[in-house]
Nanobody, 116 residues
Framework: QVQLVESGGGLVQPGGSLRLSCAAS????????MGWYRQAPGKQRELVAT???????NYADSVKGRFTISRDSAKKTTYLQMNSLKPEDTAVYYC??????????WGQGTQVTVSS
């Protein structure tokens, strides 16, 4: 059974930092591209960042220079380091894994709230 479990969300003040983690099980992690998406209230889910199986990365323009995605194959974990957080970063953050046959797996999400 495939499971992606996010953690690390919470309440942070503007300008602060958080690191999200996504622990994978039930998949061959090394052959799955991984990504972080987010969904704010009343808005569609949007891509935040992705990382390929060889480490290539892609970021939404709104987070470039502030967020960093990384992966640890030994721990089967994907990370999202978020710095200089803004209120508009407030959303539920989801982890997604995409296999070689384009099969997608989603985590349950973790809430990030940026507020003073």
């Amino acid at each position: 059974q495939v499971q992606l479990v996010e953690s690390g969300g919470g309440l942070v003040q503007p300008g602060g930092s958080l690191r999200l983690s996504c622990a994978a099980s039930g998949i061959i992690f090394s052959i799955h591209a991984m990504g972080w998406y987010r969904q704010a209230p009343g808005k569609q889910r949007e891509l935040v960042a992705t990382i390929g199986i060889f480490g290539s990365t892609n970021y939404a323009d709104s987070v470039k220079g502030r967020f960093t995605i990384s992966r640890d194959s030994a721990k089967k974990t994907t990370y999202l380091q978020m710095n200089s957080l803004k209120p508009e970063d407030t959303a539920v953050y989801y982890c997604k894994g995409t296999g070689p046959n384009r099969d997608d797996y989603w985590g349950q999400g973790t809430q990030v709230t940026v507020s003073s």
